[in-house]
């Protein structure tokens, strides 16, 4: 290893120290970026990085589609379009054992279309979805498991505010790769099914026989529920439709798209005042989110520059470790990752080395954006520290553990489905070969 990715190495293992003892992720990364610029290239190296970077990235027009999508979601949960999603589904699904699961399952899916991350889904859900749950009988825990675990599924619909993460830091097509994780959506929605529909076979203590009222949906009711999800189909339309068309890029269709959201809140009524709040909490979220993509951007160049993905490769060559051993590794690293991190913070720390080093073992890049993120999003629903976890047990004044008892068949099914992903690389395919999109070879 050269006296360059020995250093890189040296302080990728520092800033991990940093964070884990309680460091700002964003002051870690620039830190040891600053250290790291000085070591390769002295003192102009380090002032050229840091005063050209921040106003490079700051200007950047395609960061501006993330405070977009930001507002949509945001937005998306003050006007009842989840309460919609989640009725329409109770009305197609709630005629079978478990349906309530299978719906709650899938307005999450539905939802993901407009919130683009996996915490608000969780939150919203634990108020609209667990009140029905617990009324007809359904076993707490296994509810709360199924809410938490399905909110997983937003990061994978399109508009995903990681995937798109993702893509900036590699240069990969944002649209193939937020058709890609559609692909992986569909799939992880029928393998849940799947689960629930064992669950409500061997374990029937946990799910109870269909509630009456569920029993008396008529066909003219599940037509007539359809008008509910229009609002999501209109917005995936306005946004996906477009930008595949060629009409405005994935930028100009966030803001499009929360242009939307905007007039129907209005035409639903939602006070301005709410309306102003909202916009204000979606601009802190992302404001707090760009110094750690500066931060970030930095100590990916960094690190590139150290050469450290490429010892890493030649290391693990020379030990002739299988290439799938070495994405089982990442996967667990992933995971520990989430635990002490944020999904956008995992993603651009580990993006420099982690991608070179798996690409070049031969992984398909947009398996591995889509993979990726949905691991990280995963980590959320995982012991001791997932954080979707403990934001629904705050939201419902519930003992984390309850829900961590309940989550873990659908972790399970998870994770198999992002194995089988690897193993099958040509399944993430699936929707953009549907809709005529360029596949790379």
């Known amino acids: 290893m050269t006296v360059a990715a020995t250093t890189g190495l040296v302080l990728f293992l520092v800033m991990f120290v940093l964070v884990l003892i309680g ?15 000085f070591c390769l290239g002295g003192t102009s190296m380090m002032v050229q990085q840091i005063t050209n970077a921040p106003f490079t990235l ?40 478990g349906g309530l699961l299978y719906a709650t399952i899938g307005a999450n899916a539905i939802f993901g279309a407009c919130s683009g991350i996996s915490l608000a889904g969780s939150v919203v859900f634990s108020k609209i979805a667990l009140p029905e749950l617990e009324r007809s009988g359904y076993d707490r825990d296994l509810s709360l498991g199924c809410i938490t675990g399905s909110s997983c599924l937003s990061c994978l619909i399109p508009p995903s505010i990681p995937i798109i993460q993702y893509c900036i830091l590699t240069n990969l097509s944002i649209g193939t790769a937020l058709m890609c994780g559609l692909s992986v959506g569909i799939i992880t929605v ?15 203590g946990k799910v109870p026989e269909v509630s009456e009222e569920d029993k008396a949906v008529t066909w003219k009711m599940r037509l007539a529920s359809l008008k509910l999800l229009l609002p999501i189909l209109i917005l995936f339309g306005l946004i996906i439709g477009g930008t595949f068309s060629g009409w405005f890029s994935a930028t100009v269709g966030g803001a499009i798209g929360s242009a939307a959201v905007v007039i129907y809140s209005l035409f639903k009524r939602i006070p301005l005042k709410q309306i102003a709040k909202t916009t204000w909490e979606a601009a802190t979220m992302n404001a707090g989110m760009f110094p750690i993509i500066i931060a970030g951007t930095l100590f990916s160049r960094f690190i590139t520059l150290t050469g450290l993905p490429d010892a890493f490769s030649s290391l693990i060559n020379a030990m002739n470790i299988p290439a799938f051993g070495v994405f ?5 690293f992933y995971l520990f990752c989430e635990c002490v ?13 982690v991608f070179p080093l798996l690409t070049g073992l031969g992984f398909d890049g947009y398996m591995l954006c889509i993979v990726l993120v949905f691991v990280s999003s995963m980590a959320g629903v995982t012991p001791p520290i997932g954080m979707n976890v403990f934001a629904v047990a705050n939201t419902v004044r519930i003992d984390p553990s309850h829900i ?23 399944l993430i395919y699936l929707v953009p070969n549907l809709i005529g999109l360029f596949v790379p070879a």
């Open 23 to 37: 460091a700002p992720i964003y002051l870690s990364m620039f830190l040891t970026s600053v250290i790291g610029f």
């Open 58 to 97: 700051a200007a950047s027009y395609t960061y501006a589609v993330l405070p977009l999508f930001m507002l949509m979601g945001s937005l998306s949960g003050d006007t009842g379009i989840a309460k919609g999603a989640y009725s329409s589904m109770r009305v197609w699904l709630g005629r079978r054992r």
């Open 190 to 204: 029928i393998v849940m099914f799947v689960v629930t529909f064992v669950i409500a076979r061997v374990q029937k």
């Open 328 to 332: 089982i590794m990442v996967i667990i």
């Open 341 to 353: 991190m944020d999904i956008a913070s995992t993603i651009i720390i580990t993006v420099p080395i």
């Open 404 to 426: 961590f008892k309940g989550v873990i068949p659908y972790f399970v099914a998870q994770l198999a489905v992002v194995f089988i992903i690897a193993i099958w690389q040509p």
